[in-house]
């Protein structure tokens, strides 16, 4: 059965197709999200580029500030650049195990405070089990971006960690990753170490990785160097651009989070946390076990 839509008043979209998914008594504006991947998993340079491209097509779905280069954020989430990263590797003096047998974790640490914050992921890492193989700074270029965007500008780090003896697998590798990114966080916050609102781990996995920022669209490859870096190759790209509703934009903020995007609203999250922190005493997991209260 087809159906035609009556227009509606004051919205942009005057007529609505006949049939299909669209409805245009539903239209709102919301954030830009895109995704790109190789059907046959075969990781490129190409879906990169791809990716970025999307993400500039989608500059219209992304909020501008007073001054006219501030976005609100914009990121890109992709399978581990192993290529990239075994030759950085190399390069800072320390030797990757195989695909799969480590992770790396995208870091935002406040300038004021790096080794501290350091310290306290050295720290969780090994009481965790996992072994810290090395760090290395993300080269970016700062000129990409505004001087009001540079004021929040955080230091960027990869933390790369190899799988410890407890994990047999890839999956149990991301549970305990997981875990050890909820006790790196819960220490950070609960010792309210100075700018700790700076602090963000953007991912911690064996499997993907998040590059984001406080930009719009076309400063994302242009801020970052690994991604306009020919060896940085991936099969799929899951890109955001961000349109912030009820909470101001933010480097922390910025999409995609650790393994998802989304282009809704969440108009009540003071109500999800009130109701998460009620439940606290009752979650439970086989998984995780006794472990469970670090989450």
């Known amino acids: 059965m087809t159906r035609t839509l009556l227009p509606i008043a004051g919205s942009s979209t005057r007529t609505a197709p006949v049939g299909g998914l669209y409805r245009a008594d539903r239209e709102h504006d919301a954030c830009g999200v895109g995704f790109i991947a190789d059907i046959n998993n075969t990781a490129s340079h190409a879906i990169i580029d791809q990716g970025l491209q999307i993400l500039v097509n989608l500059t219209h779905r992304g909020a501008v500030g007073a001054d006219p280069e501030m976005g609100d954020g914009a990121g890109i989430l992709t399978q581990l650049p ?5 030759a950085e590797a190399a390069r800072l003096g320390f030797a990757l195990p195989p695909v799969g047998d480590y992770a790396v974790g995208m870091v935002f640490i406040p300038k004021d405070d790096v080794e501290r914050h350091k310290a306290i992921i050295v720290e969780a890492c090994a009481k ?25 500008e955080p230091s960027i780090w990869q933390v790369f960690i190899a799988r410890g003896a407890d994990c047999p697998d890839a999956d149990a590798f991301e549970r305990r990753l997981f875990l050890t990114r909820k006790v790196i966080s819960n220490t950070v916050f609960a010792d309210k170490l100075p700018a700790a609102s700076g602090f963000t781990v953007c991912s911690m996995s064996c499997r993907t990785i998040v590059y984001k920022g406080m930009f719009l669209a076309h400063q994302l490859g242009a801020y970052y160097n690994d ?3 020919p060896r940085f190759e991936s099969a799929l790209a899951l890109l955001h651009q ?46 995780y076990g006794e472990e469970i209260g670090k989450l």
């Not at 760090?135 to 700062?142: A, D, G, M």
């Open 82 to 86: 192993d290529g990239l990263f075994r």
């Open 227 to 229: 991604l306009t870096d």
């Open 128 to 152: 965790e089990g996992q072994a810290l193989l090395g760090w290395r700074e993300v080269p970016v270029e700062s000129g990409a971006i505004p001087p009001s965007v540079r004021a929040s």
């Open 242 to 287: 961000r349109f912030s509703t009820n909470t101001f934009p933010s480097w922390s903020l910025a999409h995609p989070y650790r393994m998802v995007a989304h282009n809704g609203e969440i108009n009540t999250l003071r109500g999800n946390v009130n109701w998460m922190a009620a439940r606290q005493a009752t979650a439970s997991s086989p998984l």
